[in-house]
């Protein structure tokens, strides 16, 4: 079956940076997002990664390695407003989207 | 502001009864997908279309149905409601080349 592996839940301080992996097992791949979702909210865009490597974005950076079948989110300077959770999703060969289900991430003072 | 509208936000129904959740975008995008999502699930899909007047089976397709007469509108229908269809459900278009969704505020629906 096709899975989507990413941590139910992280904790990190205000200005610090953290790292939120995501592994994958998908019936073929045709890209990999991060969206973001703050509680009670529709989840919203962050990245897009279809070929191995880094893509930055102000603070956050998205990295992705295909023969690994793993991505991380990286969130630098963090803020209280990052407070959120984090959505990894696959694309499959069939073009249709595998989720994850969410890494909530709690920031801290 | 562009987007999508989904209605209503919150609604009780009792089991049995059915209900229609409504979408609507005006991006003129193409595809358009009905997502349900539960605590410490991922999210899923129920149903989505390619374009106007097609539509396809997600993941959860049972006890759902929708339509797609035009680009901009997608109605998610209950026909007789349960218990174990409460949950939040989010109305998503996409239309650029990367395939990126956009969301509707979402629609939480609690069955009794």
């Known amino acids: 079956g096709q899975n989507i592996d990413q941590p139910t839940e992280m904790t990190a301080t205000e200005g610090a940076i953290v790292q939120i992996n995501c592994t994958y097992q998908?019936?073929?791949?045709?890209?990999l997002f991060w969206y973001q979702q703050h509680a009670g909210e529709a989840p919203t865009f962050l990245s897009y990664?279809?070929l191995d490597g880094l893509e930055e974005k102000g603070r956050f950076s998205s990295f992705l390695s295909r023969s690994k079948g793993y991505s991380y989110l990286l969130l630098k300077e963090l803020q209280m407003k990052d407070s959120a959770s984090y959505l990894c999703?696959?694309?499959?060969?069939?073009?249709?989207?595998?989720w994850g289900a969410g890494t909530k991430l709690i920031i801290k003072p | 502001t562009a987007g999508i509208t989904q209605a209503p936000t919150s609604q009780i129904l009792a089991a049995g009864r059915s209900m229609t959740l409504r979408c609507t975008q005006d991006?003129?995008?193409?595809?358009m997908y009905w997502y349900r999502q539960d605590l410490g699930l991922g999210l899923r899909l129920i149903h989505y279309?390619?374009?106007?007047?097609?539509?396809g089976k997600g993941e959860v397709p049972d006890g759902y149905s929708v339509s797609r007469a035009n680009t901009d509108d997608f109605p998610l229908t209950l026909a007789s409601a349960v218990p174990s269809q409460t949950s939040v459900y989010f109305c998503?278009?996409?239309?650029?080349?990367?395939?990126?969704?956009?969301f509707g505020e979402g629609s939480r629906l609690t069955v009794l």
């Open positions: 991006m003129r995008h193409n595809a």
């Open positions: 999703a696959v694309r499959d060969r069939n073009y249709q989207l595998i």
């Open positions: 998503a278009s996409s239309g650029t080349s990367s395939g990126e969704l956009f």
């Open positions: 279309s390619n374009t106007a007047g097609t539509t």
């Open positions: 998908t019936s073929g791949f045709n890209g």
């Open positions: 990664n279809v």
